[in-house]
Each structure stands twice: as C-alpha cells, then as structure tokens.
C-alpha cells in the first residue's frame, strides 16, 4: 500500500532520510533503511575533503535547529569506501556537491556505480563561497551544473532548491530543461541566526545557517505546491516532515515521498516506521489505495 516510485526507483514506502543528518557512514545508511526508511540520501559530499565550520555548528531554536556546518565531508574517494558498504537491497540517493559544473560531474560520476540517483545539492544557504546557494538562485547556473551532471552519469538526478530565492518555480523549471529528472524541495531556509543573550555574541562559529524542522514546514509545503504546478518531473518534499499528517500534506501538495532530517534529532531512526504506520492508517481510514492516488490531490 506504501509503495511509491521515483524515476523507476521502487520505494517500499514514500518516507526518505534527507541529505545530512546520519547520512556520513555505511553503517548509519543501512541502520535507517533497516529501520524502516524507504531510501537514503548521503551527506553532501565534494571532489576534495572539506573541514567544514568550527563549532558550534548546530543550534536548537523555536521549532527547529539551526545549522551551519558548512558541507564538511572527507571527499569522494573516501566517500565512495563507505557507499561500498551500504546494503544492496538499499536505494541509495548520492548527494553532491561542488564550486562549479565541472566539479558536480566528477563528484557525480565518481559514486555513480554505487548511487541509484544522484541528488545536488545547489542549495546549502550557509556554504562557503561559490558552492552553495549561489548557484541555485541562479537559473543560468542552476542549468549548468544539471546539464554538465546530466551528461556525465546515466543514473537518474534530483535537484534539490533552495527556497532562499524570488522566484522558486523559475530555478525549477531551468533543472527540468537542463535534463534533472526529479527534484528535491527544500533545503534548508534562511540564513538564520541566534544570539547568546550572555555573551552578546552570535552562538553558531559562522554567526548564520540554515532553518530545518516544524517551522520551516509551510513554506516548503508552498514550494511543493507551486512547483508541482509547472514541472512534469517528480518531486520530493523535504522540511519539517516529523510525523504522518507532515507527510499527507506534502503528497496532497504534489510530491511523490517526503525526505526526514531534523526530526530525527527530535524521534530518533524510528521516525520513518512511526509516519509509516500512521501513514498506513490513515490511507485506510480515508479510503486510498496507493500512494500514487495522494499525490497532488490539494490542486484541483
Ligand atoms: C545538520 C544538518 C545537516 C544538513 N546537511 C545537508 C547536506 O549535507 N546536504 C543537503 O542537501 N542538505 C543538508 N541539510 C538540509 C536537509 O537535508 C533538509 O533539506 C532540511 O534540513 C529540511 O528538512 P528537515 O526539516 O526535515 O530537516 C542538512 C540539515 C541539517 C539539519
């Protein structure tokens, strides 16, 4: 009844980890997927290992975290060592990332033998300069880096989009031109910032990062909404999901599967199997039979 399918990607169930939060090891990828996830994402990864931002780099606000971690990764090659251990039976999403066209299709091409889809990751509102959302609030840009990837591996891309923009349905249709064959909505919004009322001084080391969890919810819900509207391409709903009512919304609103992050800093890995059932319920209460019946359904 859970089952779903992205790009001939056959999910167990429509719930996903999202890029970046336990998405570093084999080990940590294949205790979601046996928890109950449907698919995993990886954290973002690049060509070149990145140290990232000094601590803090993650700080718990109304509704939500903040957190400018600032992409750190140890590169693809030690990437592709912990891709090579996570389960066969797991489909996997590779996330990357890079400071130009070039540098996503190498990242790419590198783990592709390993990845069921690779995500980019041309959003980060907190990344150091030239990878982050600078490319995705740029649709010339944002075309690039899709059509470089896109002629360098075969297996499927998502885009994932930075809400941080004007106008997201332009970036979105720009990916779609360029060939993406999904989309991922959204990364985290912002920046944002907290400050110690003690200190006088901002509490993450790079002063701003990125919202994620319950806050930021409706505004991706509104992006799922309106991008659906003009894309052909499946979309994935990311942002604030923590429990089955999140995830109803985000089908209603047009996505195919919702990705979990914070929220399992919240519930722990068993968030997957908590909105799974009540997800299940509900549909059966409600009188659907597949999720593909869901989607969409809030556009008339
Ligand atoms: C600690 C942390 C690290 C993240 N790292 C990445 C990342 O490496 N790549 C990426 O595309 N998104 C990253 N994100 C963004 C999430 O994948 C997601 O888009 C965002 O947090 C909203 O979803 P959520 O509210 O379920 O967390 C990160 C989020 C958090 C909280």
Redesign the pocket.
């Known amino acids: 009844m859970l089952e779903t399918s992205i790009c001939n990607i056959e999910l167990r169930n429509p719930t996903i980890l999202?890029?970046?939060?336990m998405g570093s090891m084999a080990s940590s990828l294949n205790r979601i997927y046996r928890g109950g996830a449907g698919a995993v994402v990886t954290?973002?990864f690049s060509l070149r290992p990145n140290p990232g931002y000094r601590n803090p780099t993650?700080v718990e606000v109304t509704g939500?975290?903040i957190?400018a971690?600032g992409?750190s990764n140890p590169g693809v090659e030690a990437f592709r060592e912990e891709l090579k251990l996570v389960d066969e039976e797991v489909p996997l999403i590779a996330?990357v990332y890079g400071a130009s066209p070039e540098e996503f299709a190498s990242a790419a091409a590198s783990v592709e033998e390993y990845a069921d889809m690779i995500e980019l990751?041309v959003s980060?509102p907190h990344a150091m300069a030239g990878c982050g959302a600078s490319i995705g609030q740029d649709p010339e840009l944002t075309f690039r880096v899709v059509s470089a990837v896109k002629d360098a591996v075969d297996v499927p891309v998502s885009t994932?989009l930075t809400p941080n923009v004007t106008d997201i349905v332009e970036i979105a249709g720009s990916a779609e031109e360029a060939g993406s064959d999904a989309l991922t909505l959204?990364?985290?919004l912002g920046p944002g910032m907290k400050i110690d009322i003690k200190t006088a001084r901002p509490i993450l080391s790079n002063a701003f990062g990125g919202m994620?969890?319950p806050a930021?919810k409706p505004v991706a819900v509104r992006c799922v909404y309106d991008v659906y509207r003009s894309v052909d391409i499946p979309i994935m709903g990311?942002?604030?999901?923590r429990d089955f009512q999140d995830a109803v919304e985000f089908l209603f609103a047009g996505a195919r599967a919702v990705?979990?992050?914070?929220?399992i800093m919240y519930d722990g890995p068993e968030v997957f199997m908590k909105i799974c059932r009540g997800l299940e319920a509900f549909m059966m209460a409600e009188g659907f039979s597949s999720v593909d019946e869901m989607v969409g359904l809030a556009h008339d």
């Open positions: 999202a890029a970046g939060v954290k973002s993650t939500g975290v957190n971690i992409l996330s990751n980060c994932k959204i990364n985290s994620s969890g930021i990311v942002g604030g999901v990705q979990v992050g914070t929220a």
